[in-house]
């Protein structure tokens, strides 16, 4: 991904897919039946790629709600939520 993002030729909308296809399907494998307490392991990738993206520097303390509202994201919380009520609908349809 870093080599990616470094050649410049891609926009940042077609980068932010590779990543949600490539990474983050990853990270959030099974996030449908596992509890997750504790986000902020997932946020602090996700923050470091977006920091990545937007050229900000990783040691600046940029509000986070500033890099979402600039590449149009929501925090990682969000998803995982999604996707649990998404599997329990569909649990609860079988029954």
Do not use: A, W
């Amino acid at each position: 991904m870093y080599s990616l993002i470094q050649t410049g030729n891609l926009p940042t909308d077609v980068i932010l897919n590779l990543f949600d296809m490539c990474v983050e399907s990853i990270l959030l494998y099974g996030c449908e039946v596992r509890k997750f307490e504790n986000v902020d392991i997932l946020e602090k990738v996700h923050t470091k790629f977006r920091k990545l993206i937007l050229g900000v520097s990783k040691f600046s303390h940029t509000v986070y709600i500033h890099i979402y509202g600039e590449l149009g994201r929501k925090p990682q919380s969000v998803p995982i939520k999604e996707r649990m009520v998404c599997y329990s609908t569909q649990l609860l349809k079988k029954l």
